[in-house]
């Protein structure tokens, strides 16, 4: 596999077969197929880079200096 596909994304698809605990190589390779080894898991949301994380200490956009 890793010569068909980038070293992450076997990695990736590795990891999540484990965490169904598929320990073949047919769903791997079948995440890699599809490119699914990078999709957000169900019921898991994926948080944007530019996100500000919700805490009582950061001020938001509406904080007069």
Not at 19 to 39: D, I, N
Not at 50 to 57: K, Q
Request: aromatic letters at 6%.
């Amino acid at each position: 596999m890793g010569e068909k596909y980038e070293l992450h994304r076997v990695e990736a698809a590795t990891l999540r077969a484990l965490r169904f605990g598929a320990t073949s190589y047919k769903p791997v390779e079948r995440m890699l197929r599809l490119g699914l080894e990078l999709q957000p898991l169900p019921g898991e949301q994926e948080q944007p880079e530019h996100c500000t994380p919700e805490h009582a200490n950061v001020r938001g956009p509406g904080y007069n200096h």
